[in-house]
């Protein structure tokens, strides 16, 4: 597995951490979020910034 895959993998896990919460989450709502719903997005938030990134390097 290359780092590139490893990086998407992770991206990823990410966005499937984030939409299983949200869709469970009774405190979290399209305006807010709950604290671990709010970590949840950071982390997705940054590996998609960092997974763009390297692909427009590439």
């Known amino acids: 597995m290359t780092r590139n895959d490893d990086l998407f993998d992770r ?5 499937t ?3 299983a919460h949200g869709e469970t989450c009774t405190r979290c ?5 709950c604290s671990v719903g709010q970590r949840l997005y950071e982390s ?3 590996l998609q910034d960092a997974c763009l990134a390297r692909r427009k390097q590439v």
Do not use: I
């Not at 991206?11 to 966005?15: I, R, S």
């Not at 709502?29 to 979020?33: N, Y």
């Open 11 to 15: 991206y990823m896990k990410a966005d």
């Open 17 to 19: 951490a984030h939409r």
């Open 44 to 46: 997705f938030e940054r």
């Open 29 to 33: 709502s399209p305006d807010a979020r």
